[in-house]
């Protein structure tokens, strides 16, 4: 069933359009992550599920009502914005409590909600400090119990995670989707790290400049990204700009590259001009003697430039016959700076984009 409902919104600020024609839907019980660049819209999306930001055009609908008019109160919502800001002169107690003060639940009532969903995000024993007494990840789990306490409706999550050090991002990432889903509270989450989104979202809405690129589960997208952009997302570092040849066979200069007819993406036909990507550890290294065996589609030589270790793997920069590519290789295979290359690009690795 769809919860949320955005149809052709237009938002903004003062004269600034930031969603323009913005359509979207929430399936009930349902993760969806924004992923996008710095500016692209995603907060002030969130701001108009909220309320806080009326449309100018469109309507937003919850549960199949206009909740257009309605006032950020007025909705049983639940956030945690993007600086998580705590009430730095209240306790752990009662800056969860705060929403349920609002809505005049009675005093036991309150004391057992607040202790359930303290003990939920494991900071039972922290229910009488201050947020300047608090640790930041335990700070960002006050301010996700303060957003679940109400029992929301509907979550919203502006990239809580962001103040946070690498491995309590993990942590935390893993103990939302967990509340989440024990919850079962249809939430929307915004972030702008690719693995953190894929990790806990059922589907991934990337945006850019406002519009929706793409919107799929986080499989569909990384294994067929729709267009260079989400591609780039997705670890395709590799683009060449190409010309289609016929059906499946593009051609960069000369070099021939030949598709999977399924990795050729709705969004070039019709085009002349399209973009190849590929990512760097799906590119091939053919040995000498193989490469004189073989056909020259899909092939290209080069100079290893530059390489990086990077544990696992080697990362190298070749120079190519047409332009720069970036590789990764097992790390038992080291190959010196200056070594010639012949590199082989699978048909069903390679994608064709707009
Ligand atoms: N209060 C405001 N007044 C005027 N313009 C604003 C306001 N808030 C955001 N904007 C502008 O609206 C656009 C979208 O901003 P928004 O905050 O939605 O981006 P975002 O995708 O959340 O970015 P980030 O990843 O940096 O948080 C930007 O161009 C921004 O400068
Ligand atoms: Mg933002």
């Not at 309150?110 to 303290?118: A, E, F, G, Q, T």
């Amino acid at each position: 069933m769809v919860l949320l409902k955005l149809e052709n919104i237009q938002a903004g600020y003062d004269d600034n359009i930031v969603l323009d024609n913005f359509n979207l839907e929430v399936q009930e019980g349902e993760l969806v992550s924004f992923l996008g660049p710095s500016g692209c819209g995603k907060t002030t999306t969130l701001r108009v599920i909220a309320g806080f930001v009326t449309p100018d055009k469109g309507k937003v609908y919850f549960s199949g009502q206009d909740y257009t008019p309605l006032s950020v109160h007025k909705k049983n919502f639940g956030f945690v914005f993007q600086s998580y800001a705590l009430f730095p002169h209240l306790s752990v107690y009662d800056n969860v409590a705060f929403g349920l003060k609002m809505r005049n639940v009675n005093r036991p009532e309150k004391d057992k909600r607040v202790k359930d969903i303290l003990e939920m995000v494991g900071l039972e024993r922290l229910i009488d400090r201050y947020p300047g007494e608090l640790s930041g990840g335990q700070q960002q789990r006050v301010a996700l119990a303060r957003a679940l306490v109400i029992k929301p409706d509907l979550l919203l999550l502006d990239e809580p995670l962001s103040n946070l050090d690498a491995k309590l991002r993990l942590q935390m990432r893993r103990e939302i989707k967990s509340l989440q889903s024990k919850l079962g509270v249809t939430t929307v989450y915004v972030t702008h790290d690719q693995e953190e989104c894929f990790s806990i979202s059922d589907r991934v809405v990337i945006m850019r400049d406002g519009k929706i690129e793409q919107y799929d589960s986080p499989e569909k997208i990384y294994d067929n990204p729709g267009t260079s952009f989400v591609a780039e997302f997705v670890g395709f570092k590799n683009f060449f700009d190409c010309t289609f040849n016929q059906d499946n066979l593009v051609d960069l200069g000369g070099v021939k590259f030949e598709i999977a007819t399924e990795r050729i993406m709705p969004s070039t036909r019709g085009e002349k001009e399209i973009t190849c990507g590929i990512r760097p550890g799906d590119i091939e290294l053919i040995s000498k003697k193989e490469a004189d065996k073989t056909s020259k589609m899909n092939r290209m030589s080069g100079e290893i430039m530059l390489s990086t270790y990077l544990g696992d793997e080697y990362e190298y920069v070749v120079a190519g016959e047409k332009q720069e590519i970036i590789i990764n290789c097992p790390s038992d295979t080291k190959i010196k700076q200056g070594e010639k290359v012949e590199l082989y690009f699978p048909p069903d690795k390679l994608i064709g984009v707009k």
